[in-house]
């Protein structure tokens, strides 16, 4: 399985995104597909997943901002990004997983700075 991510800039706070991912190989049909984030402070904090058929789950920091979304024919997911804030800056990262893989994107930069 192979995952690339998009979508990732520079942005002013209150400004929107929308990153991209897309996962390719050999998908499963139940999987579940998620976000996390990182900058060279913190560990990798999870912020969304949604599984193929579920709905979107999202943590605290980001619920009423961000939706994620999939589309289940092309193998991607995506989250819009809104009302962003300094502290929303980080490495975002995809991450796949099934019920015998689990694969990384190599990630997409954001950055909330005016």
């Known amino acids: 399985v192979h995952v690339v991510e998009s979508g990732g800039g520079l942005v002013q706070p209150g400004g929107s995104l929308r990153l991209s991912c897309i996962a390719s190989?050999?998908?499963?049909?139940?999987?579940?597909m998620g976000w996390y984030r990182q900058t060279p402070e913190k560990q990798r904090e999870w912020v969304a997943a949604?599984?193929?058929?579920?709905?979107?789950r999202y943590a605290d920091s980001v619920r009423g901002r961000f939706t994620a979304s999939r589309d289940n024919a092309k193998n991607m997911v995506y989250l819009q990004m809104n009302n962003l804030k300094p502290e929303d800056t980080a490495l975002y990262y995809c991450?796949?997983?099934?019920?015998?893989?689990?694969?990384w994107g190599q990630g997409t930069q954001v950055t909330v700075s005016s």
């Open positions: 190989g050999d998908i499963r049909i139940i999987n579940d």
């Open positions: 991450r796949y997983s099934d019920s015998e893989y689990v694969q």
């Open positions: 949604i599984a193929s058929g579920d709905t979107p």
